[in-house]
């Protein structure tokens, strides 16, 4: 089994900065995927950022240019620095990883995650 731990969030003002980040422990070999995913209040799951083992990295259009994800496959981790922080960034993020691609995982709508963290919560106040 994988489990993921998250920190770093908190609250910043509008135009701020935060970093997130992710340890991942136990079966780290069998992950391939390892995303941040967020989740604000009355909206559905969201994918931010996904690094595959390779290093191939997909963000999201909304997130593109203001957020960098960097994994480190040696220490089993994933951070995002988020800068230019907006309003509308608010949510809770987790941390996600599994054997599939971060492709298949977009493709299948985040409904199979092997593995989320606990969350951590990012407010942003305008």
């Known amino acids: 089994q994988v489990q993921l731990a998250e920190s770093g969030g908190g609250a910043v003002q509008a135009g701020g900065s935060l970093r997130l980040s992710c340890a991942a422990s136990?079966?780290?070999?069998?992950?391939?995927?390892m995303a941040w995913v967020r989740q604000a209040p009355g909206k559905e799951l969201e994918g931010v950022a996904h690094?595959?083992?390779?290093?191939?990295?997909i963000y999201a259009d909304s997130v593109k240019g203001r957020f960098t994800a960097t994994r480190n496959n040696a220490k089993n981790t994933l951070d995002l620095q988020m800068n230019s922080l907006k309003s509308e960034d608010t949510a809770m993020y987790y941390c996600a990883a599994d054997r599939a691609s971060c492709q298949a995982v977009i493709d299948t709508g985040y409904r199979y995650l092997a593995v989320r963290g606990q969350g951590t919560l990012v407010t942003v106040s305008s």
């Open positions: 136990g079966d780290t070999w069998s992950i391939t995927c």
């Open positions: 690094v595959d083992s390779n290093g191939r990295t």
